[in-house]
C-alpha cells in the first residue's frame, strides 16, 4: 500500500512547528532556515511568517521584521498577534504612531488582550499623552489585576508628572506581583535617585541586574550614579551600556573602534553623541588624544563645527550632516573618560579650551559700551524636547530679586524655547536682549565672544553653561536636587570647569535657596565691582 501523498502546506506546517522547537531552544539560525523553508513552499504561511519576523527581530534585523509581519498581516489580517509583533518592533524603531496603531488593532480583534493595552499604553506615555496612557493601564488592570506591567506603566506616568511617591506606589505594587521584575526595579531606582535616597537606588539597580544581567536601564541608570558619586572606576564602563538603549545609534560600526592601543602617525575620528553641552564638556580630550601622535578630525552638530575648530590638537571639524573623509579608527566622544582611565584627580580640567573669534570679541565690545553695570548672562531654559528638561530649567520670574541690585545689567543669552517669558516677565525684570526679541542669530561662536565681554554667566544644565565654563569665564549654575551626574553630590565647585559655581536646591521644586546664596554672592562681587577691587 502507497504511503499518503504529503501536500506542500502539511510540509510548510510541519517546518514552521521545527522552526518553532528550535527558536524555543535559542537556536535562531536553525528556527530561520525552517522557517524560510516553509516560506518556500508556501509563500502565505501567516504563522511562518510571524515567526520568522519574530526571529529577525532577536536578531535586530528590524526593517526586514517588519516587511515579515505586514506579510503576514497581508494572508491574514485577523493575525492579532502579527499585529502585536509588528507594534513592538516599530517601537524599537521609534515609529510610535504606526507601534499605536497596531495595538489598537489587535485590541479590536482581541478586546481582553491585556498586553496590548499596556503596549498602547507606553505608547501614549512616550508620546506625552498621559491622560491616554493612564486609562490604557488602568483598562489593563481591570482585565488583569495582576498586571505587573500596567503597574509598572502607571508608575512612569506618575513619574512624568513629577508625582514621584505615587511613582513609587506603583513599582511597590509591580514588584510584589512580580519581585523579579527588572524594569519595575529600575524604574523604581530612577525615582529614588531624584528622592536622593541614592543607596536604595543602587540597591534597585543591583537586583534588576542580577534578575537581568542584561537589563539595559538598570545598567545605564547605574552608570550614571556610580559617576554622581565620583566612583568613575565602575562608572565610566558600565556608562557604555548607553549604546544599549532603544533608538541609540551607534555609527562607523564597520570601521575600527579605538582600543587605546598606539595611533600614532593615524587618523581617528572622534564623532559627537547626545547634546550639545556633552560636546562642548568631553572635546576637551582631543588634545590629549592628538598628544599620542594622532591626526583628530571630529565630527559634531552643525551649531558647534566652526567654534570647535579653536580648540588645540584638532586637525579637522566637520558637521553630522558631511563625510568625514578617510581615517583609521574612530570612538565616541564620551568613551574617551573611561579609555583613558579618567578618574576624578585626573580630570583634564585645564581651561580655556575653547577660543572665540578674536573679531567678534572685539565687535561685542564695542556692542555693550551701551550697557552700564556688572554684565550678568543669563540662560533660564533647556531645551524642551530633554527628557530632564523640567527638572533643570528655571522660571525666568526667579531672577527678579537679581534684577533688583543697583548696579547689575542681565543680558539674556536665551535663544528659542523659554524666549517667550521675557515679555512676561518686562514690567518686573529689565532684561537686555543683546540680538533683539528671542535673540535671533545668536549663535555658539557669537555667544562664545559675548559671554568673553560679560562679568558672570547665569545658567542652568545647558549647552551655555558649559560653552562657558569651556572658555574659562565666570559662571554660576543653580541645580535641582536631582542634578544631573557630570555635578557630583554635596560640592560647590566642579572639577570639570574651575571657573564654575554650583548652587543646589535643599527642597525639590524650590529655587528660592539657591537664589538667595547667588543674591548674596552677586551683592558681594558687585560691591566689590563698584570698588575696583573683583578678583
Known sequence: MLAPRRTPEKTAK?????????????????????????????????????????VLRQQDQLEPAVDCYRRALASDPH???????????????????????????????????????????????????????????????????NSWSAYNGLGLVHKERDELELALSCYKQALQIN????????????????????????????????????????????????????????????????????????????RPRWDGSRIDGLTILLHSEQGLGDILQFIRYAPMVAAQGARVVVQCQPPLSALLASCQGISRVVSNDTDPGDFDVQLPLMSLPSLLGTQLETIPARTPYLEPDARLVAEWSERLKKVEGFKVGIVWQGNRDYPADRSRSIPLSEFEPLARLLNVALISLQVGDGSEQVAEQAHCIPLYEPNGPGNPGLDFPQTAALIRNLDLVISPNTAICHLAGALAAAVWVPLSTSNDWRFLIDRCDSPWYPTMRLFRQTQRGDWSTAFAQMLGELSTRVEDWNKGTMK
Request: aromatic share 8%; with cysteine.
Open 179 to 254: 519581585p523579579r521584575a527588572s524594569a519595575a526595579l529600575a524604574n523604581q531606582g530612577s525615582v529614588l535617585r531624584e528622592l536622593g535616597r541614592l543607596d536604595e537606588a543602587l540597591a534597585c539597580y543591583d537586583a534588576a541586574i542580577e534578575f537581568e544581567p542584561d537589563c539595559v536601564a538598570a545598567r545605564h541608570n547605574r552608570s550614571m550614579l556610580l559617576l554622581l558619586v565620583g566612583d568613575y572606576r565602575q562608572g565610566w564602563s558600565e556608562y557604555e551600556w548607553r549604546w544599549k538603549q532603544p533608538l541609540r545609534q551607534v555609527r562607523y560600526t564597520d
Open 14 to 54: 510541519a517546518l514552521n512547528n521545527l522552526g518553532l522547537s528550535y527558536a524555543e531552544k535559542g537556536d535562531l539560525d536553525e528556527a530561520r532556515q525552517c522557517f524560510e523553508q516553509a516560506l518556500a513552499l508556501d509563500s502565505l504561511h501567516a504563522g511562518a511568517l510571524n515567526n520568522l519576523g519574530n
Open 79 to 145: 493575525y492579532a498577534r502579527a499585529y502585536f509583533n509588528l507594534g513592538q518592533t516599530l517601537v524599537q524603531l521609534g515609529r510610535l504612531a504606526e507601534a499605536g496603531g497596531c495595538f489598537s488593532r489587535t485590541l479590536g480583534i482581541e478586546p481582553q488582550n491585556s498586553e496590548a493595552g499596556v503596549n498602547l499604553g507606553m505608547v501614549f506615555k512616550d508620546q506625552g499623552k498621559l491622560d491616554e496612557a493612564t486609562r490604557c493601564f488602568q483598562q489593563a488592570l481591570r482585565l488583569d489585576p
